[in-house]
């Protein structure tokens, strides 16, 4: 069992490029998550989806976005990469969503630099 | 609005030593679920524990322990007999019913020292 799949593990990326994370799950789970963690600050949500065609934004949205057109993928679009971007980023998922105390089975992380 | 607050960023102890990590959380709902998650030096976060806000048993896993205490809302996490494999970054959560966002608190990071 593969888990929660990311790629790339480490990119970089000039100011204004483009590029898109993958993210894919294999043990059908409903919810999926798109986390960023900077350095002393824990992680923040960026977007979460519900299920196959939902998601909606979570805390900080702006410069991202994302589709899930299957259950297994939640890929996250950064367009025109800003510094501000530079972070690792976490996928996660779980089958019934956080809000029911369901536990988040994590990726092992996108690390991303925009220079 | 929910926060969390690990007021300790970084713990230096030596092996064999306990530590005690602190999470303290706000939040206006009555239901609500709390976390733990590791995350050791090679970056994944795994899961070690989960709480509702009904439940304020506390909970004893081999060297871990976790104290939950509605009166001061903090959920806080022992170690006893620390090993250097316990070194990593440790997350407190909280999330609310019907609510998606899991707020993480800032982290601490915990180094065993052989």
């Known amino acids: 069992n593969a888990g929660v799949t990311q790629t790339p593990k480490f990119r970089i990326l000039k100011i204004g490029q483009s590029m898109t994370l993958q993210c894919t799950q294999d043990?059908?789970?409903?919810?999926m998550y798109w986390y960023r963690q900077d350095p002393g600050m824990g992680l923040k949500l960026i977007y979460y989806?519900?299920?196959?065609?939902?998601?909606d934004k979570g805390e900080v949205p702006n410069g991202y976005n994302v589709s899930r057109s299957t259950t297994e993928d939640f890929p996250l679009r950064l367009e025109l990469a800003a510094p501000s971007q530079t972070s690792v980023y976490f996928c996660?998922?779980?089958?019934?969503?956080?809000?029911?105390?369901?536990?988040?089975?994590f990726g092992a992380g996108s690390r991303l630099t925009v220079l | 609005a929910q926060k969390v607050t690990q007021a300790q960023t970084e713990i230096s102890v030596v092996e064999k030593e306990d530590v005690t990590l602190d999470c303290v959380y706000e939040?206006?709902?009555?239901?609500?679920?709390l976390f733990w998650y590791k995350q050791p030096p090679s970056g994944e976060l795994v899961f070690l524990i989960r709480?509702?806000?009904?439940?304020?048993q506390n909970e004893i896993s081999g060297r871990y322990s976790w104290n939950f205490q509605k009166s001061t809302s903090s959920f806080n996490f022992t170690i006893t007999a620390s090993q250097v494999v316990d070194s990593a970054v440790y997350f407190c959560?909280?999330?609310?019913?019907?609510?998606?966002?899991?707020?993480f608190g800032t982290g601490t990071r915990l180094t065993i020292i052989p």
């Open positions: 996660a998922s779980s089958y019934a969503g956080v809000s029911g105390a369901n536990v988040l089975t």
């Open positions: 939040t206006r709902d009555t239901t609500y679920y």
């Open positions: 989806s519900v299920g196959a065609g939902i998601t």
């Open positions: 043990m059908n789970h409903n919810y």
């Open positions: 709480r509702n806000s009904f439940d304020e």
């Open positions: 959560a909280l999330s609310n019913f019907g609510n998606e966002k899991l707020t």
